[in-house]
């Protein structure tokens, strides 16, 4: 599922060969007054959820890196308005995939699932020979349609179809990220299910 999990509540560092136990919201406090060196700690213990999430939204492994850091850098960025005492994880993942559609739509990169590989890596496992390129024509064909389809939604509808399929969050952190209210996420979510539906079948 998504990444909206509880902040650690410290942070593990090195220092001249010892552990050293740091709270993470003194590294917080540090780097809101200008610390890099504390904020390169935050850095460190998030970049991999944020790394993970960007990549399972774009598949890209150049662009996640790109959207990761124009992430962190957001978040360096947005400290002075951090409210102190909350969890820095699902604030920065906020920023993330608000920052990761933006880039996304930018690009024109469609989050596409890739549960067709795995369909198709299982059927062509069980028949290596003559079906095998009839089966990869065909799954070239099929994500073909749905980038196509994907294209000719809304940016709303592509966003919160991005965010459920994409990113596999809930209705209520999609609700979280975009600032919108459950029922509109859920509203918009059942209008593009169906836009996909009309759009795929008349194809």
């Known amino acids: 599922m998504g990444t909206f999990c509880c902040s650690l509540a410290v942070v593990h560092l090195q220092k001249r060969g010892e552990a050293v136990v740091t709270c993470e919201n003194d590294l917080i406090e540090q780097a809101r007054q200008g610390d890099q060196e504390a904020f390169r700690h935050l ?38 308005r951090f409210q102190q005492g909350s969890p820095f994880r699902p604030w920065l993942m906020r920023i993330l995939y608000r920052h990761a559609l933006d880039v996304m739509e930018q690009q024109h990169t469609r989050s596409v699932s890739f549960d067709d590989v795995v369909e198709l890596e299982r059927r062509t ?72 539906r009309v759009l795929l079948t008349n194809e």
């Not at 070239?140 to 509808?157: G, P």
């Open 43 to 80: 850095w460190e213990a998030h970049h991999g959820v944020a790394m993970a999430a960007a990549l399972r939204l774009c598949h890209q492994h150049a662009l996640a890196e790109e959207i990761a850091q124009g992430a962190f850098l957001l978040a360096w960025r947005g400290l002075p």
């Open 125 to 196: 496992g069980a028949n290596p020979d003559a079906s095998r390129d009839e089966d990869l024509q065909e799954l070239v064909a099929q994500r073909e349609e749905l980038r196509q389809a994907l294209a000719r939604l809304n940016s709303d509808q592509r966003r919160v179809i991005a965010l459920r399929y994409g990113a596999d969050l809930t209705e209520a952190d999609i609700a979280r990220v975009l600032g919108w209210p459950v029922g509109t996420v859920k509203s918009r979510l059942n209008r593009a299910r169906e836009r996909l």
